[in-house]
């Protein structure tokens, strides 16, 4: 599945037809469509200078959580350790901010422009402990194709 989906995804990222915001939301559509488990997905992006996180494009329910610091939840906490975060059971985490009732795991992969953490790609499921490191793999893959758009 993951293999299939690599050249749709780099497909739309050199849509140039598509402005990049554009671009991004059709990556959101795309995986929110072909992927069952990932019921939420979205990119959140550095504002400015500021020490907080922007919502980007995204593809699910609309969230309230359109600004997040750094250092609070599992975005907030990726702005800042530069690593993946992968949560199996959202309930286990102490510094987690619930966008809605039904998600269950989450996961986050941050997204490096000339090595700076510019933004994130973060993605909620509504099943338990659905991501394995193929999910990663593949997550990351799409961070680095988007890097190069930005
Ligand atoms: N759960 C995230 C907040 C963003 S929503 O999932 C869309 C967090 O703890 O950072």
């Known amino acids: 599945m993951f293999e299939a989906l690599k050249p749709h995804v780099l497909e739309v990222l050199r849509d140039s037809a598509l402005?990049?915001?554009?671009?991004?939301q059709e990556v959101c559509n795309l995986l929110h469509n072909e992927i069952p488990v990932y019921d939420?997905?979205?990119?959140?992006?550095?504002n400015g200078t500021l020490e907080e996180l922007k919502l980007g494009p995204y593809a699910g329910d609309p969230t309230d959580h359109t600004v997040i610091p750094f250092g609070k939840g599992i975005c907030g906490q990726v702005a800042l350790s530069n690593?993946?975060?992968?949560?199996?059971?959202?309930?286990?985490?102490?510094?987690?901010?619930a966008c809605s009732l039904h998600v269950k795991a989450e996961i986050v992969i941050p997204i490096f422009v000339d090595g700076a953490?510019?933004?994130?790609?973060?993605?909620?499921?509504?099943t338990p402990d659905p991501f394995s490191e193929?999910?990663?793999?593949?997550?990351e893959f799409v961070c680095e194709a988007v890097a190069h758009i930005l």
């Open 40 to 46: 939420w997905v979205g990119f959140y992006f550095r």
């Open 83 to 97: 690593q993946n975060f992968v949560v199996p059971d959202v309930a286990a985490q102490d510094n987690y901010i």
């Open 117 to 126: 953490n510019i933004g994130q790609l973060d993605i909620d499921s509504h």
């Open 19 to 24: 402005s990049v915001p554009e671009r991004l």
């Open 134 to 139: 193929k999910d990663e793999r593949f997550l």
